[in-house]
């Protein structure tokens, strides 16, 4: 039974840290490409951070790079997602799903298997 859920979301200050993490169940991430998403009410899902380690594919938007960075420790078959900095604008839920490890994209329509989804609320 093939299983993704997403934890540490919650409500931070402008420059503040998060850490989620992306924990799978019933296979291993080793065999596929992981990425992390985020959809802000109103806009569309959009690509954060992808990695497919196979073809040595790593992806982070524009506005995350340098703030953000996607980590994997295989020993706990488990993706986190480093964010600092935070910004107002990086408020949304926020996802992780696989895809097919040859996946040389950060597109949302590649991915599948989601997770249930965490918060992140930047605010003063």
């Known amino acids: 039974q093939v299983q993704l859920v997403e934890s540490g979301g919650g409500l931070v200050q402008p420059g503040g840290s998060l850490r989620l993490s992306c924990a799978a169940f019933?296979?291993?991430?080793?065999?596929?490409?992981i990425g992390w998403f985020r959809q802000a009410p109103g806009k569309e899902r959009e690509g954060v951070s992808c990695i497919s380690t196979s073809v040595g594919f790593t992806y982070y938007r524009t506005s995350v790079k340098g703030r953000f960075t996607i980590l994997r420790d295989r020993a706990k078959n488990t993706v986190y997602l480093e964010m600092n900095s935070l910004k107002p604008e990086d408020t949304a839920v926020y996802y992780c799903?696989?895809?097919?490890?040859?996946?040389?994209?950060?597109?949302?329509?590649?991915?599948?298997?989601w997770g249930q989804g965490t918060q992140v609320t930047v605010s003063s």
């Open positions: 019933g296979f291993s991430l080793d065999d596929y490409a």
């Open positions: 799903a696989i895809a097919g490890r040859a996946t040389m994209s950060c597109s949302a329509p590649n991915f599948r298997s």
